[in-house]
């Protein structure tokens, strides 16, 4: 009861996101389509990665403990928090966003994009909630509150929308990066085993928190201001090469 309790903590600040995203644009039926579009999309490419993430835990319980005692603790835990936790799961998100946008005779603006991608974010969020509220009950709702993989979709998102709109494909490419390395940094910062061989990587860990909580109060900021300018609401053709 306790972990079900947790469970829907977790999921509020991100089901929160959803809707008023989806509501941002009343009068357009398309857009709200594109939002559920959004949200299924980030709920498959979770359980992408956790098919995966299945897999590899298999492949791990396949290894002696003499032999995982052999293996390199910074090279290991760099390879899982940089390849397969960050690369694995951006990609994953992006792969889904991208394939929301083959319709080339759908046009919607920087700003439309830029909660699509949000969207998906948030929608991944609620499913790894789901395994927190779970598995770490007591620290689920605090990383529903963190809502990471909102300010992930918000930078990736909003550099996809920039690229767009310029036509540098070198935005989008900028935006999947930065995002890359951020959760991978993050993630390799605060990992147990990195922290015991050294302390003060945890004080980079909780700037890099910091700075996503201020990248949340930019998605803020961004989507309240879009509607005023018209360069977030030019109509723009996301299905270009």
């Known amino acids: 009861m306790l972990n079900f309790f947790f469970l829907i903590l977790s999921l509020i600040p991100s089901a929160a996101v959803i809707i008023l995203l ?26 992408v990665i956790i098919a995966i993430t299945y897999v590899f835990d298999m492949v791990m319980l396949s290894f002696s403990q003499e032999e995982l005692q052999k293996i390199n603790v910074v090279g290991f835990n760099f390879f899982f928090s940089f390849i ?4 694995l799961e951006e990609a994953a998100k992006y792969t889904a966003f991208r394939l ?8 919607f603006s920087w700003a439309d994009v830029t909660a699509f991608m949000v969207i998906v974010g948030a929608a991944f969020q609620m499913v790894e909630n789901m395994f927190y509220a779970f598995s770490y009950p007591a620290s689920s709702p605090l990383r529903g509150l963190l809502l990471l993989h909102i300010a992930y979709g ?16 070198l935005y989008a490419v900028i ?61 723009i053709f996301p299905a270009i090469d």
């Open 22 to 47: 989806r509501c941002r644009r009343r009068d357009s039926l398309t857009y709200k389509k594109y939002c559920k579009y959004s949200f299924s999309s980030g709920l498959i490419s979770s359980l």
């Open 154 to 169: 918000f930078i990736m998102g909003w550099f996809y929308g920039k690229r767009l709109y310029s036509g540098k494909k």
């Open 84 to 87: 397969f936790m960050a690369l």
């Open 175 to 235: 935006g999947f990066v930065v995002t890359w390395l951020i959760h991978g940094t993050l993630i390799f910062c605060l990992t147990p085993k990195i922290v015991e061989l050294n302390h003060n990587l945890v004080i980079i860990g909780n700037i890099l928190t910091v700075v996503l909580f201020a990248i949340l109060v930019l998605a803020i900021i961004f989507f309240i201001t879009a509607k005023k300018k018209e360069k977030y609401n030019k109509k």
């Open 100 to 107: 929301l946008l083959l319709n080339k005779n759908q046009t």
